[in-house]
């Protein structure tokens, strides 16, 4: 729900609003530590997002700060366009089961409150900090061998080399940056080429280190318009241009690694590269329409359907959420092609998705940020249910 526009007088009526767990309060520079108290009294709140209006910042104290940090369900909260100082913000690190915290633009925010809260909160599984300018990401030493998944960050006081000690310390942490700002020294730009002007949907983008064959970073195709799920730019006046999509969000320290890239009708791409220190690169890869995909020859494989079941074994991921490990199918009968991609929705790892596919024989790869990829290939028989089991192995 997003607040914004309310007023002072009609916070009390949330108290009520048991339900709701997600809350947006940004646009409302008014918001004072009074008001804090009165929001955390819904007892459902599970991520509250606080902040100013673009022309004025909220003010918020330590009272402010340790109402939040005595929710009992609330697990994260994002701070946007705050005043704060060092004693203002200390309550709120006290919490300690904080999954996810968020700064942007907060005035005050600086390298030793990032390393009191990594120091309390060793659950943390998401940090961002955007354009916080007392902050330049020493505080992020704190967070070596930490369980912190996702960090997105940027501004102009960021030191370079700070981000880049933080992303050879923790490979299995994905960086991102603001609009795809790099702010690493050493990172990888990757720009996909598609000459047929066809969408790409659900493409797969993953970076797998040489050294020890993990994936370091799996991402979307964005377009230049940076719109999230716009895989494409165009059209184009000029059918000599073809489209290109973007992808600038993995940061890597030095060394070697290999970007595979599946989208569905083109052919499964794979593409070497090295990150020396102090190097940015920008990598180009070409797609290849793939002819499995042809109308006329998807008619010719099978007139009767089959069903085919990739099911996702928890024991072998060690940890490793299956909601966040994507599959893909490939037909093995031709030059690799993307048939799908799909995620494992239940949440026990017991059983994956089923769909429908012609005869002939498959191949399914499982991806996942931290892990080594899988895969299996199966023979699908018309008539019949085929499965395929994978875990991805850390």
């Known amino acids: 729900w997003n607040m914004a526009g309310?007023?002072?007088?009609?916070?009390?009526?949330?108290?009520?609003?048991?339900?709701?767990?997600?809350?947006?309060?940004?646009?409302?520079?008014?918001?004072?530590?009074?008001?804090?108290?009165?929001?955390?009294?819904?007892?459902?709140?599970?991520?509250?997002?606080?902040?100013?209006?673009?022309?004025?910042?909220?003010?918020?104290?330590?009272?402010?700060?340790?109402?939040?940090?005595?929710?009992?369900?609330?697990?994260?909260?994002?701070?946007?366009?705050?005043?704060?100082?060092?004693?203002?913000?200390?309550?709120?690190?006290?919490?300690?089961?904080?999954?996810?915290?968020?700064?942007?633009?907060?005035?005050?925010?600086?390298?030793?409150?990032?390393?009191?809260?990594?120091?309390?909160?060793?659950?943390?599984?998401?940090?961002?900090?955007?354009?916080?300018?007392?902050?330049?990401?020493?505080?992020?030493?704190?967070?070596?061998?930490?369980?912190?998944?996702?960090?997105?960050?940027?501004?102009?006081?960021?030191?370079?080399?700070?981000?880049?000690?933080?992303?050879?310390?923790?490979?299995?942490?994905?960086?991102?940056?603001?609009?795809?700002?790099p702010w690493a020294l050493e990172h990888a730009r990757l720009l996909i080429h598609d000459p047929t002007f066809k969408a790409v949907e659900d493409a797969v983008v993953v970076i797998v280190d040489q050294a020890d064959g993990r994936v370091v970073g799996q991402a979307e195709l964005r377009s230049y318009l940076m719109e999230r799920r716009a895989l494409y730019v165009g059209p184009t006046t000029n059918p000599m241009v073809p489209r290109i999509l973007v992808y600038d969000t993995c940061v890597l320290a030095p060394g070697n690694y290999r970007a595979l890239i599946h989208a569905p009708g083109f052919h499964a791409e794979e593409l070497d590269f090295s990150i020396m220190e102090g190097e940015r690169q920008e990598l180009s890869l070409a797609l290849r329409p793939g002819s499995a995909l042809d109308g006329n020859r998807r008619r010719a494989w099978s007139t009767e359907p089959a069903r085919f079941e990739v099911v996702a074994e928890l024991a072998s991921m060690n940890g490793i959420d299956p909601t966040q490990v994507q599959f893909t199918l490939t037909d093995d009968s031709d030059d690799p092609v993307m048939r799908s991609t799909f995620e494992v929705t239940d949440q026990r790892g017991t059983q994956g998705n089923v769909f429908t596919v012609p005869a002939g024989i498959w191949r399914v790869h499982a991806f996942a940020v931290g892990a080594t990829p899988m895969q299996t290939t199966v023979q699908v028989v018309p008539g019949s249910t085929a499965q395929a089991h994978l875990g991805t192995n850390r």
């Open 6 to 181: 309310l007023r002072h007088d009609d916070l009390p009526a949330l108290a009520g609003l048991e339900r709701v767990e997600d809350l947006a309060f940004t646009g409302n520079a008014w918001l004072n530590d009074a008001d804090l108290e009165v929001i955390c009294r819904m007892k459902g709140l599970r991520r509250l997002l606080v902040g100013g209006n673009g022309f004025q910042s909220a003010e918020f104290g330590a009272r402010g700060m340790r109402a939040l940090a005595r929710h009992p369900s609330l697990r994260a909260v994002g701070l946007d366009q705050v005043r704060l100082t060092s004693s203002d913000v200390e309550p709120l690190f006290t919490k300690g089961n904080w999954e996810e915290i968020g700064f942007n633009s907060v005035t005050g925010l600086n390298d030793q409150m990032i390393d009191n809260l990594a120091g309390r909160n060793p659950g943390l599984r998401r940090l961002t900090i955007q354009d916080c300018p007392s902050f330049d990401g020493s505080g992020l030493r704190a967070f070596d061998s930490s369980q912190l998944e996702v960090l997105d960050i940027s501004g102009g006081g960021l030191a370079d080399q700070n981000l880049i000690d933080f992303a050879r310390a923790n490979r299995h942490c994905r960086i991102t940056t603001w609009r795809g700002k």
